[in-house]
């Protein structure tokens, strides 16, 4: 059974960088899509962006100047970098998977972080 | 305001039929797949419906999907309490280049 672990700081200052870690097992990262989604909160759903096991990448235009997806296949781990982040960036921060024609069969338990002083 | 537009909210009574919709453009549901995601307070999303109208394993039939042209729809009959949630259509959209969802439906069952 597929499991997905995403980890990091629960409480970021404004205009520093969020980081967080999605962990991934029961599976390999290999052959799949990896994305970032956030649901801010009492919200919506909202897509960050993906990695596709070949290191190719695609964001949100919205985000695209401040997010980063990486992948570390030896650890088996996708990794999210949002920078210059404000209070809007609070939110809940799910990884999922997807294959070419099942989109976001997967997910973690999300990570809730809040940006605040 | 999401380019999926959803209803913010449903309701029914056990054993009515109800159905969600998901209204888009020629650039999203009308030229891509439509996924359907069930989600719990407090919890993480769970897939629905795929590519349309395929239900994953362990979904009861009593859900099922549609599309016609650039709307699709999610049907739940035989409601019962325990499909209280809030549910969620998504698709690629090919002009903004990024994957998209619905503002949510909140399903109130009475």
């Known amino acids: 059974q597929v499991q997905l672990q995403e980890s990091g700081p629960g409480l970021v200052k404004p205009s520093e960088t969020l980081s967080l870690t999605c962990t991934v097992s029961?599976?390999?990262?290999?052959?799949?899509?990896w994305s970032w989604i956030r649901q801010p909160p009492g919200k919506g759903l909202e897509w960050i962006g993906y990695?596709?096991?070949?290191?190719?990448?695609r964001y949100d235009p919205s985000l695209k100047s401040r997010a980063t997806i990486s992948q570390d296949t030896s650890k088996n781990q996708v990794s999210l970098r949002l920078s210059s982040v404000t209070a809007a960036d609070t939110a809940v921060y799910y990884c999922?998977?997807?294959?070419?024609?099942?989109?976001?069969?997967?997910w973690g338990q999300g990570t809730l972080v809040t940006v605040s002083s | 305001q999401s380019v999926l537009t959803q209803p913010p909210s449903a309701s029914g009574t056990p054993g009515q039929r109800v159905t969600i919709s998901c209204s888009g453009g020629?650039?999203?549901?009308?030229?891509?797949?439509v996924y359907w995601y069930q989600q719990f307070p407090g919890t993480a999303p769970k897939l629905l419906i795929y590519?349309?109208?395929e239900r994953p394993s362990g979904v009861p039939d009593r859900f099922s999907g549609s599309k016609s042209g650039t709307s699709a729809s999610l049907a739940i009959s035989g409601l019962r309490s325990e499909d209280e949630a809030d549910y969620y259509c998504?698709?690629?959209?090919?002009?903004?280049?990024?994957?998209?969802f619905g503002g949510g439906t909140k399903l109130t069952v009475l």
């Open positions: 999922a998977r997807s294959t070419t024609d099942i989109v976001f069969d997967y």
């Open positions: 029961g599976g390999s990262i290999s052959y799949y899509y």
């Open positions: 990695i596709y096991y070949s290191g190719s990448t």
């Open positions: 020629s650039s999203n549901i009308g030229s891509d797949y």
């Open positions: 590519m349309n109208t």
């Open positions: 998504a698709a690629w959209d090919n002009s903004l280049g990024a994957r998209l």
